[in-house]
């Protein structure tokens, strides 16, 4: 079994040289603007160390990957009582979709689907106008990666609220059922914030190393959140955190995961380390093509899974 670190230089190699790398989201004008070339990956170790191969240092637009943290925060600030406003399930639908919607009653399936997200946006706006919780975000991120020079990338912030007609019909739905407490344009302002949020893998694995750490930065030893909300937290990214795809990456990979439509992936292995990656061409799910695959090469390598005993 190769090292960690020469596992993620071999990954990044063979990457590199692969022309079957999906496209990129253009329904988002500024994201349709990115190289698709680009690939990278980081780790970081609950033993301290941080490892990257590739572009793992430049910055990209975290999109959905955001909501892992909303969700933290708001189950911070509510409790279980978040989950009679959303559910927990896999949607099997795509991330933008209105249709379970009605069914539902106006309760998104879960936190990671666009519907799911708004409705924890407009949770963390209780209080708080939309500047105010959109900067209660970035902090919180900005703390757990220990840097504050991660910022909110304003021009895809703009792009996505004014292409956003599909997620302000999500928002105007869920408040005709009464699931928004505040207008549909306060929460979409945070949502759309906090989507356009920009971090680069070795930011985005640091961000998220407490999940794998059962709860707790391995860096400081405080405590995030409990271990057993850790735990669930890292249940949602298995089973909901790639949209319709989630299924097929938990056969495939093995691991808790949270995709963006930006190309990225955070990976979690429970006790063992935090994982990003980066290549911003999505597969017919819009998840990262290359970032799937390099995911799934690298806990191959290095027998990674929270179904091995």
Request: glycine content about 12%.
């Amino acid at each position: 079994m190769p090292g960690l670190e020469q596992a993620l230089t071999e990954i990044a190699a063979e990457m590199a040289e692969r022309t079957d790398r999906g496209d990129v989201a253009t329904y988002i004008p500024q994201l349709g603007k990115i190289d698709p070339k680009k690939f990278g990956i980081a780790a970081v170790t609950n033993d301290g160390r941080v490892l990257m191969a590739g572009d793992a240092d430049e910055p990209f637009s975290i999109q959905s990957i955001s909501k892992v943290f909303t969700l933290t925060l708001a189950l911070g600030n509510v409790g279980d009582a978040l989950w009679q406003r959303v559910g927990r399930e896999p949607s099997g639908n795509p991330f933008n979709s209105i249709v379970q919607l009605e069914h539902e009653n106006g309760i998104p399936r879960n936190p990671f689907i666009n519907a799911g997200a708004i409705v924890i946006s407009d949770i963390l706006l209780a209080g708080h106008q939309p500047r105010e919780a959109i900067g209660e975000i970035l902090r919180f991120i900005q703390f757990l990666a220990d840097d504050d020079t991660i910022i909110i990338d304003r021009e895809v912030a703009a792009s996505e609220r004014a292409t956003g007609f599909r997620n302000l019909a999500l928002a105007n739905y869920m408040k005709s059922f009464g699931n928004l407490n505040h207008a549909p344009d306060l929460a979409l302002g945070v949502y759309f914030h906090h989507c356009a949020i920009a971090m680069s893998c070795r930011q985005l694995a640091l961000a998220g190393r407490f999940l794998a750490n059962g709860g707790r930065n391995p860096a400081t030893g405080l405590s995030v959140v409990s271990a057993e909300r850790a735990r669930r937290i890292g249940a949602m990214m298995l089973t909901c955190g790639h949209y319709d795809g989630s299924g097929d990456f938990a056969f495939r990979v093995g691991i808790p995961g949270k995709s963006g439509v930006g190309g990225g992936i955070l990976g979690i292995v429970p006790g063992v380390a935090s994982l990003a990656v980066w290549s911003p061409g999505l597969n017919a799910n819009g998840n990262s093509r290359l970032g799937s695959i390099a995911l799934e090469r690298l806990a191959k390598m290095m027998n990674w899974s929270v179904f091995a005993p």
